[in-house]
Every structure is written in structure tokens, then in C-alpha cells.
């Protein structure tokens, strides 16, 4: 694989990935108590505690995906 594929394929999983976190984000922005309904019919949870687990999960996923997708992309733009 050479240095433009996988430049290529960096850009993809960033584009991908943060369409996903921003659907996650509109979701929980326009219908949070859908969302809270939903997950609380599977595991009985309170609503505060289901904010801070989503919110730290939306946390985590947005700095893994700039960790592990963005940063190699922009390395790899810059070798380029």
C-alpha cells in the first residue's frame, strides 16, 4: 500500500466517522427522549446518569476518532 492509498483511506474513515458523531449528535439533540426511552427499556437507568454516559461516550468517540483518524490523515497529507 502506498502513501496515497492509505492517505485516501484516512480521509474516509475521518468523513465517515464524524458523519456518524454528528448523526449521534442530532439524534440526542432533536429526540433526547426518544433516545433516553429507548436505552432505558433495555437497562433501567436515570436520566442523569444516561446524560453523562452519553455525553461521555460522544467525548470519547470524538477524540479517538481525531486520534486514530484525523492526526494519521493530516501526517500523512503533509508527507505527501
Sequence with gaps: ????????????CSIINFGILLFLGLVFLLAPNLTYKLQSMFIPIS?????????SFIG???????????????VLEIMA
Design 1 to 12: 500500500m502506498d502513501i496515497q492509498a492509505l492517505t485516501h483511506f484516512f480521509m474516509w
Design 47 to 55: 436520566r442523569e446518569t444516561f446524560n453523562v454516559i452519553f455525553y
Design 60 to 74: 470519547f468517540f470524538k477524540v479517538i476518532v481525531l486520534v486514530f483518524n484525523v492526526v494519521p490523515w493530516i
